[in-house]
Every structure is written in structure tokens, then in C-alpha cells.
């Protein structure tokens, strides 16, 4: 059952690294098995990952259409009795967004593990699903989307903006899937590294979870405004600050004299590990969150865990349960935490290339594509 359909569609496609990504026409499912859904695509966030993964920086299979934070409208259904993940009933028409890792539920990491998110056989759209064969359409860059059944759909309430969703994007799932890790108490002092997206969301969930004071390092300064309007108490401009002997002292004097008791590193730069472990009290708890792409080691002092009896965490991506939690977040904190106001830049499916190269020179708050716009 579909609403009526074109024949094909354009997308934007990644046939090289480094190479600008082209416009291409491709066929749409002609039928679908029961579970199975196109969506037409509204929104498709272009995140600082799409950027990475363009600079071949993971190992990815091409051709393959970029973008994983994506909302659109059923267009299409296999079957008229299908649900979202939470048993909501979906028809043609609703506003819907989904989680962008599939997992086989039947390796030891999603049986015996419980940890989906390192799935020996884990697929993720527009990351690594190719689009070379049907049913082509596996990104969020172009005018419709396939979901395959296993898909962790969820219908959009009409009081939560698809602005907010993507305007969050993965930052916010992944900050959630990090912080559920931390289980961060209430009234701790936190220290975010990093003031992107990433720094931003976790900035949100850790004032949530009533963070005081609440820390942040990074920049420029608008992202640093930003970050206050979120709630941070005290940020440090590192364009200003640059001495990390200083920005040391300024943790300490924010904390009481020791240190952060939780310090989330939201940078992607290995040097700021180093710097994060010295910032951390004894006994506190730091979380990598920001090295999705590898940029490489860093010189390290593992003498500081002992000594400081460090816990180091990590998060890798998100899973549905933290769809739940962040779209539920967003839908009744987004007067707070205005994650909706981040989109700055809109751009076609023909202008992906200003699209990522606005996003990799740090132009945008959060950059979109809109395909059918
Ligand atoms: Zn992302
Ligand atoms: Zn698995």
C-alpha cells in the first residue's frame, strides 16, 4: 500500500573519497515484504561523521549515500498492519524517524553480551549500506529512504518538531547511550570537552541530570554562547585560554580545588584525553564519546589511573531504547534545551558538496539536506 509513488528518485552519492559526491537517479522498490517501508525524506542531517567518512577516514564501502539522521512521511508500507518500535500503528502519511544501526540479534555482542551497538553484523544506514545494488535507496541524502523490517522506527509526535530530531541528531542518541554508562548523580560537577554537537548535547543531559557546576572547553565563542544557553555555568574559550596550565586551575577553582567529578571528552582530538584525564578529581569518572573517526593515539600516563583510581568509559553509537529516552527529551525539555534553533543552513540534493564542506569549515549550526524542498 503507497500513496503514488515515482518510478525513481535523485540521491546524492559517494563514488570516491575526497571526490565530490554526485547526483543520481534510482529506481524505487516496486514491492515490499511485510514490515518493510519507503519513506519520503523531509529532513536529512549532514553531521561532522559525514565529513569524516567523505575523507575516507572509516572503512566504508562505496557507492554509498551519506546520511544517517534523517525524518521523512510513510510513503510506502509491505504491510498495512506495521508498527514503530514501540507498537504504535503507522499509516501512509506519518512523520516518522528511525535509528540508523541494524543488528542481527543472534551474535554473542546483541544475545549474550546485550551490547547491540558492537553487533558482529551490524549495518548502519548511510554509513555501510552500499547503494550499488536494489534496493538502492540506504542514506539519508536523497528524495526517498528504504527501511528494511528490523528497522527501530518511531512515529513522530505532532508536538515534536523534525527540526529538533535532526537538529539533535546522532549527538543526542549517542550523548544519551554515553551518559546512561556514566550513571552521573545528581549534583556532581561535569566537564564537557568540546562545544560541537556532540559537547552540546551532553552539555543538555548532564544540566538534566542536575550537573552544578557544569564546565565547559571549547569554541569558537558562538558555540560557547550556545553552550550557555544550555546551561552551562562556566565556559573556557580555547581560542583564548590556550595555556591547559590555566584552563587547569580554572577547573580546579570551579570545583573545589580537586578536580571534575565527571569529564566527557566531546572533542575527537586525542591531545584533549590527555589534557581531560588531569582535569578529572580522584575517583572521577571520564568518558571518550568524541573519537567516532580514528584520529590516531596519544601519549598517555596510564599511571594516572591508578593513582587517581580513573574509571575511563566509552559509548559507540545508540540503540533504540535511547531513541526513546532523547525523543521524549526533546518533545518536553525543547523550550530548555532549543536543539530545533541549531539548523542555520538548508541545502538540495545538488548542493551536498557546500552542504559538507559548510559543515567541515565549522560555518553551520547544523546543516540539512532537503531533498523533496
Ligand atoms: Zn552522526
Ligand atoms: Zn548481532
Known sequence: MSTSLPASCSCAVMTGFNQPLETRSFPLPRELKPGELIIKVELAGVCGTDVHLHKGELKIPLPLILGHETTGRVAAMGASDTKDWLGRPLAIGDRVSFTVGRTC???????VYRLPSRCLNRKAYGVSTPCGEAPHLLGGYGQYHFLYADTAVFRLPDDLPSEAVVGAGCSLVTAVHGFEKLQMQWAESVLIQGSGPVGLASLAIAKEAGARPLIVIGGPRDRLERCQRFGADLTIDIDEVRDPAVRRKMVLDATGGLGADVVVECVGHPQAVV???????DGGKYLVLGHYGDAGPAM???????????????????EPQHWTIALEFLRTRRS??????????????????????????????????????
Open 336 to 373: 530548555d534545551y532549543p536543539f530545533h534553533e541549531l539548523i542555520t543552513h538548508r541545502f538540495s540534493i545538488g548542493q551536498v558538496n557546500e552542504a559538507l564542506q559548510a559543515v567541515a569549515s565549522w560555518q553551520t549550526g547544523k546543516a540539512v539536506i532537503v531533498p523533496n524542498g
Open 275 to 281: 589534557e581531560g584525564w588531569e582535569l578529572a578529581r
Open 105 to 111: 540479534k543472534t551474535c554473542r555482542y546483541c544475545r
Open 300 to 318: 598517555l600516563n596510564p599511571h594516572l589511573i591508578t593513582r587517581k583510581e580513573l574509571t575511563v568509559l566509552g559509548a559507540w553509537g545508540s
